[in-house]
């Protein structure tokens, strides 16, 4: 989750810079001047913002999972077994409810992460 709150955070910045009035006049400049660069420059924008969207949807969504989770890590092993049916309830809805976790392969990193901890 951590990951998720990092990348947001590092997707933020990228996204401010390549909205900067320099940097915008910048992809006018290649626009108009029809720039074998500007393809590349349009791409890597879009991608960007593709990342920043989902990097913040994941982690909007990830959010309740992590309260429950430092609630596990404060308690001991006995009261972490009740708080087992809310982490998989928690996960159900991540699955549900964030278009990006409905794959197998990140909900199994997920489950795993929440193993290790």
């Known amino acids: 989750m951590e990951f998720w709150k ?10 401010n810079q390549l ?7 910048m992809e006018e400049l290649l626009k108009v001047t029809r720039s074998s660069y500007f393809s590349a420059f349009k791409a890597m ?8 969207e ?3 949807n994941i982690f909007i969504h990830l959010k309740p999972l992590r309260r429950i989770l430092e609630q596990t890590e404060e308690g001991e092993f006995r009261d972490v077994v009740s708080l087992i049916p809310a982490v998989m309830h928690t996960v159900g809805l991540v699955w549900a409810h964030c278009s990006h976790y409905r794959k197998a392969s990140r909900l ?5 992460e ?4």
Do not use: C, F, M, Y
């Open 6 to 15: 990092n990348r947001t955070a590092n997707l933020e910045g990228i996204h």
């Open 19 to 25: 909205h900067e009035p320099k940097v915008v006049k």
């Open 45 to 52: 924008k879009d991608e960007v913002g593709s990342a920043l």
């Open 54 to 56: 989902e990097a913040d």
């Open 108 to 112: 199994i990193v997920l489950l795993q």
């Open 114 to 117: 929440i193993n290790n901890q």
